[in-house]
């Protein structure tokens, strides 16, 4: 029995650029409690509704984040639709799915990067983030942006795609698929990269349950968490869908799992892009939402459910917006998984989460 | 289309609803609040799958409810962001910062109407000068270490687990 | 399980061309959708100030009585809203970026000064429509 230390870990560290600070207690080198602390650039976003029509909302929302940018628009935009009863035509639906596809594409890609990273192959750090290179041509191609894509809006999408540069686009994904058969090799099969993750941040099935985690970290852990599944907008399109899931729930758990969705992510690209009916990609929306009006709305974002409520009070400013992301969700499960891992571990186990600081101090 | 289920309920109420869904094995999603002329509105969400809905309750600024972070312990990240932001207090969060989770320049931003917020310009602290000295006290005690200023943990909600 | 599923693909990286730029001597390749900046061509520009009012910025000013369109190029958020609201498609968004600056100027277009030809054909068109208001306006006063 050890003396027990307290361990500041953060808020600068070495997993991720992003300020979330742990007081670590540490005993004989094991993390005994973990008592998690964000709030260090807590913006005050959602007050913004109060300054911006609902409009010109979306390209605030879109901005709370780097890499969940368009899956913000689109879920800030369903929020909106839901709350207006605007009926989106179908192009724009599919138009959205397959951004928000390749989204998660370059979420995942850019973390299985840092996980890389993290645990020292830096060969394997550079291969993903050159992959992921080809997915943000393919929306600077397509939209104009890189990252900040300005793409979607209450009502449809800014932008169409010709029906030859989308099949130009599953081309390019078609391109990615045998080099990133070798990084799932190297992910799921190598000794090396198993020995680092197996067993790292466990988290079972009950936890998971009981904590309410979402997203790759519940299916890691075999829960089938998995908005995409209820079909809405464009996925109910697609003619089947099955979350991916993992039982190990350790960090090899959490890897599998998001590796294997960038393929789903490439298949579900490509079925849409065979369905894609003709269309307009924008319905008009006039008017403000109604006085004492509410709605609200869920999205499978790359790191889980993420989930929207607004309000309106008949004028063309939203009386309160709201975005659950789902860091705030794993929060919680985050300090459970940390408790009895080894302080070597920590920055692992940390990033195996996939938090996403920007998101939860919106 | 998401289902918009909800359901306006007794803040005396919200304990027991939340008991039920959580006996009812239903995950528990979030907390919102949201500012009203007559105090705070507040949203609890919770999921079981597809189904999601939502309780409604109005609460007094300045009003205390029961935490439900024994239940669900990420509640607790909610609990104290709507201390924080809006002033309603929560009694006997899992992991307690007691107004110290966002570091804030004003007492609760969102909502102006609350008591801390009255109590702080009482105060004459509505000037620059001194938010920004009230800043910089909120954010010098949560360094680590000192055992007094560490967020208090009750019961520590991992060992239930 | 094995070892080295890499080597293949690093291999082929060391007889490759390198997956980077070099940036200031290369010049990239943009796309035709890149969003660069905003630029007016100023004659076809009304003034009709809609891009000032699509603009979530706040980076647009339109002065209809100076007759100038101001953009402020550092608050711009590149979003295409202006472009795609503008009614005589006078504005246009190029691929290049704003160029790095010391101090963020805005930048002023004001609209260039009447030949004596444009300004008579100008003055013709305004009593034109100046006439045939003047007529509706008799004709309804009669009816």
């Known amino acids: 029995m050890g ?152 009502g449809g999408v800014n932008q169409d795609i010709a029906n030859e540069d989308l099949r130009g686009i599953v081309q390019v994904l078609d391109g990615m698929r045998g080099e990133y058969d070798q990084l799932l090799k190297t992910f799921l099969r190598d000794r090396s ?66 590796a294997l969705e960038v393929l789903q992510a490439f298949d579900i690209v490509k079925e849409l892009v065979d369905k894609i009916p003709d269309g307009p990609i924008d319905a008009k929306v006039k008017g403000a939402p109604e006085a004492a009006s ?15 409520y607004s309000k309106g009070n008949g004028t063309k400013f939203l009386e309160r917006f709201r975005i659950r992301t789902p860091t705030s969700q794993n929060i919680a499960g985050m300090t459970i998984t940390l408790q009895g891992c080894d302080l070597a571990d920590v920055p692992l186990n940390i990033l195996t989460i996939d938090p996403c600081i920007s998101c939860t101090e919106r | 289309m998401n289902p918009q289920v909800f359901k306006d309920i007794e803040p005396a109420q919200m304990r027991a609803e939340v008991e039920s869904y959580h006996s009812r094995g239903w995950r528990f999603v979030q907390i919102c609040g949201s500012t009203l002329p007559e105090g705070v509105e507040l949203l609890y969400s919770f999921s079981d799958g597809e189904p999601l809905e939502n309780l409604r309750m109005v609460v007094d600024n300045g009003s205390e409810l029961p935490s439900i972070s024994d239940l669900y312990l990420n509640a607790f990240f909610f609990e104290n962001e709507t201390h924080d932001l809006f002033g309603v207090s929560f009694k006997g969060i899992a992991i307690d910062f007691g107004g110290e989770f966002y570091t804030v320049s004003v007492p609760t931003p969102m909502n102006p109407a609350s008591a801390q917020a009255a109590d702080f310009l009482a105060a004459g602290a509505g000037d620059t000068s001194d938010v920004a000295g009230s800043g910089d006290n909120e954010a010098a005690p949560d360094a680590a270490g000192a055992a007094d200023t560490t967020p208090t943990t009750n019961d520590n909600p991992g060992g239930e687990l | 399980m094995g070892s080295f599923h890499l080597a293949k693909m690093s291999l082929k990286n060391l007889f490759s061309k390198p997956a980077t730029q070099l940036y200031p001597i290369q ?37 209809k009585a100076a007759e100038t369109w101001t953009i402020n190029p550092f608050s711009c958020v590149q979003c295409y809203s202006c472009v795609r609201a503008c009614p005589k498609k006078s504005l246009t968004m190029l691929a290049e970026y704003t160029p790095a600056a010391t101090v963020k100027v805005a930048r002023v277009e004001k609209k260039p000064e009447l030949t004596p030809e444009e300004r008579a054909a100008k003055e013709a068109a305004e009593a034109e429509k100046a006439a045939k208001v003047a007529a509706a306006k008799a004709k309804k006063a009669a009816g």
């Open chain 1, 294 to 308: 509410a709605a609200v709305s869920r999205l499978e974002q790359p790191r889980g459910e993420c989930f929207y």
């Open chain 1, 3 to 154: 003396k027990r230390t307290v361990i500041p870990f953060g808020p600068q560290h070495p997993v991720l650029p992003e300020p979330v600070h742990f007081d670590l207690v540490i005993e004989d080198e094991k993390v005994v409690e973990a008592i998690p602390q964000v709030g260090f650039i807590h913006r005050g976003l959602e007050k913004l509704v109060e300054k911006r029509d609902y409009q010109s909302f979306v390209y605030i929302t879109e901005r709370i984040c780097g890499i969940c940018s368009f899956g913000h628009s689109l879920g800030y935009s369903q929020t909106i639709e839901a709350l207006m009863e605007v009926e989106v035509p179908p192009r724009a639906e599919y138009l959205r799915v397959i951004w928000h596809e390749l989204s998660r594409v370059h979420s995942h890609l850019l973390w299985m990067g840092l996980l890389a990273d993290a645990f020292g192959f830096e060969n394997l750090f550079m291969q993903c983030w050159r992959l992921r290179e080809r997915v943000l041509d393919i929306f600077e191609q397509t939209t104009g942006g890189r990252v900040i894509l300005s793409a979607c809006n209450v």
């Open chain 1, 193 to 258: 990269v198993a020995n680092r993750l197996s067993g790292v941040g466990y988290l079972s099935e009950q936890q998971a349950k009981e904590l309410c985690v979402v997203g790759p970290f519940a299916r890691a852990s075999g829960l089938a968490e998995d908005v995409r599944n209820f079909g809405y907008g464009g996925y109910g399109a697609l003619a089947a869908f099955e979350p991916v899931v993992s039982t190990s729930g350790d960090g090899y758990g959490r890897c599998e799992v998001r």
């Open chain 3, 27 to 63: 010049k990239p390749v943009y796309f035709a959708r890149t969003k660069g900046r905003v630029v007016n061509d100023i004659k076809l520009c009304i003034l009709c100030g809609t891009c000032e009012r699509k603009c979530p910025a706040g980076a647009l000013k339109v002065d």
